[in-house]
């Protein structure tokens, strides 16, 4: 499914990916582990398409990332680490806001939300600015926007962070 070759990333003089290889089948789960600075970050954001790599090859579905971004992009979900959520937004109206953006059909969309609100525990938090939500709540709601359109591959960073 993805199919990683000769990956090298540079920002400026620093060398953040080295030439790294691997692929990810069907069904697999695939764990980034290192230190602060080694690239984990970096590989995720080439993999959904927010950095361009300096070097190197990768496949979705025998896509290619450089050519096919936007197919690509559609098959992923992606909760980033941090990312600026609209603070005065309710949970609800960014989760409809959302549904939106992915072009969900009309007729799917308030069971879609509602299976989402559910698998998430965002029952609770619905009616409440996600600038007011704990920092544990703000994940499952980056965890509800990435899951939100059914993506065949879903990539999250520091998932379990808060």
């Known amino acids: ?30 764990g980034f582990l290192g230190p ?49 959520l609209y603070s005065e ?15 969900i059909p009309k007729n799917d969309r308030e069971n879609r939300l509602k299976h989402i609100i559910k698998i998430c525990g965002l029952e609770p938090m619905l009616y409440k600015s996600i600038g007011d939500l704990s920092k544990g709540f703000k994940q499952r709601t980056l965890l509800a926007q990435a899951l939100i359109h059914n993506p065949k591959i879903l990539i999250l960073d520091e998932p379990t962070s808060g």
Do not use: C, W
């Open 1 to 30: 499914m993805i199919q990683v070759q000769n990956l090298t990333k540079k920002y400026g003089q620093t060398t953040a990916l080295n030439n790294i290889s691997f692929t990810v089948k069907d069904g697999e789960v695939l």
């Open 36 to 84: 602060n600075g080694a690239g984990k970050t970096t590989t995720m954001k080439i993999l959904t398409g927010f950095t361009a790599p300096t070097a190197g090859e990768i496949k979705v579905d025998d896509l290619d990332i450089a050519a096919d971004s936007l197919k690509i992009k559609k098959m992923i979900g992606y909760a980033p680490e941090s990312v600026p």
């Open 89 to 103: 937004m309710l949970v609800l109206e960014y989760l409809k806001f959302i549904i939106e953006v992915r072009n």
